[in-house]
């Protein structure tokens, strides 16, 4: 019965997760503004239809924000496009817009310029500005991370840890290869061994700054039987190449289902599957990372969709959600 009970637990949490910030209806006035939107932007949400002022708001953002070679950033500032509106037919449709600056989310903003109805956006804007203030403290050029990872390299040999983010540069230790305890081990162990795991702290260049890299499964294995010979990884802060690095999906409170066309909730979003089919969730992770800004990752589903997930963790035993 308690089995039962808690499947039935475990399914309503599932679901509730997968429903988690659903998109709105879009209202009618969208489709024609879409024609209205400027070269180089494309078109998010829209909301805050205001019919005495005969406006309405679209998001937009860079049109290059999902290309690898140049990811958006959650820092840059955010622009709206206002959308003059007019009665035809019995509708409202667009006849003109304008992109105006937009205001950031705080707790209690509520001002015609965004939108936040849960304080989701609030809260992570909080966390954003926090990772802002520590961009000082890294490299030049550095966008700052929060994310959690793994190395995905599979050579015996470990993956390079080095000075800067270049092939050419100093190599400051290895991270280990998958790892399996030969005796006594967790029956959770993933298939082909452990992975070392880290923290993600910057991008660039196709280069993510790391640090506390911590021995290849240790944390999940029993620590009275995991030996002392096991590989121990460089664990201070240094560059891996993008290409070898994985992570799992983790539950950003964004919507679930799709990836972003820029690192916001409200940016074009496109559904994806996860690699052993179903909508995307937090059961796995993606095919690729290829950048990272903020709390977001740039990422590619194992369908082929490449765009942004809010939050990755390193944890290989259980769900991220």
Known sequence: MHALLSIAILISLTTAASAQHAAEPEPAWRPSALSLV??????????????????????IYPAQADDPKSPGSVFAPRQVLVVKLARKDGAMQATSAEIKPRDEPTRGNRGTTMTDPDADEADFAGQHAGLAAQHATLPVGTEPCDLGAWSADKDPKGLNVRAEASAQARVLGTLPPPYRLKTGGSENVPDGGWLTEFRIIGFKDGWFLIEGATPPGK??????????????????????????????????????????????????????QRQLGGALDTDGGPKRIFACSGRWGLVESHDGVRGWWRSLCSNQVTNCS
Not at 246 to 271: E, S
């Open 38 to 59: 400027p070269a180089g932007y494309v078109a998010g949400e829209a909301w805050r239809t205001d019919e005495t002022a005969m406006t309405g708001l679209l998001a």
């Open 219 to 272: 944390e999940n294995e029993d620590e009275r039987k995991y030996p002392q010979h096991a590989p121990k990884p460089y664990a201070g802060r240094g560059w891996v190449a993008a290409s070898k690095v994985g992570a799992n999906y983790a539950n950003g409170a964004t919507r679930m289902g799709g990836l972003f066309q820029a690192p916001h909730a409200d940016a074009k979003w496109t559904p994806a």
